[in-house]
């Protein structure tokens, strides 16, 4: 069974770049058909979804976030990272990782992955 793990600093400064890692364990990333998400839940609002990386190392974004993001994988050690650039207070989240069974491009509920990661807070805060 596929496990996934963020890890990171849970607490970042305005202006600077939130860096986030996912270790996967029990699958590999490289798995064709899988796809590795990235996804936050701001306080008192709903799942985003911030951008994907293919089985294939192809890299989507949302359209609102693709400014400030950047989405990489190390194969060798089974791991996505999240880069998120200039944060605000506006990005303060529980910020997740997820595999799905097919290429997610928004937004879209819980179920649609089968595997998530326990979460992480971030706050951006001076």
């Known amino acids: 069974q596929v496990q996934l793990q963020e890890s990171g600093p849970g607490l970042v400064k305005p202006s600077q770049t939130l860096s986030l890692t996912c270790t996967v364990s029990?699958?590999?990333?490289?798995?064709?058909?899988?796809?590795w998400s990235w996804i936050r839940q701001p306080p008192g609002k709903g799942l985003e979804w911030m951008g994907a990386i293919t089985y294939s190392g192809s890299i989507y974004y949302s359209p609102s976030l693709k400014s400030r993001t950047s989405i990489s994988r190390d194969t060798s050690k089974n791991q996505f990272t999240l880069q998120l650039r200039s944060v605000t207070p506006e990005d303060t989240a529980v910020y997740y990782c997820a595999r799905s069974p097919r290429l997610i491009l928004r937004t879209t509920p819980r179920y649609e992955y089968d595997s998530w990661g326990q979460g992480t807070q971030v706050t951006v805060s001076s």
């Open positions: 029990g699958g590999s990333i490289t798995t064709n058909n899988y796809y």
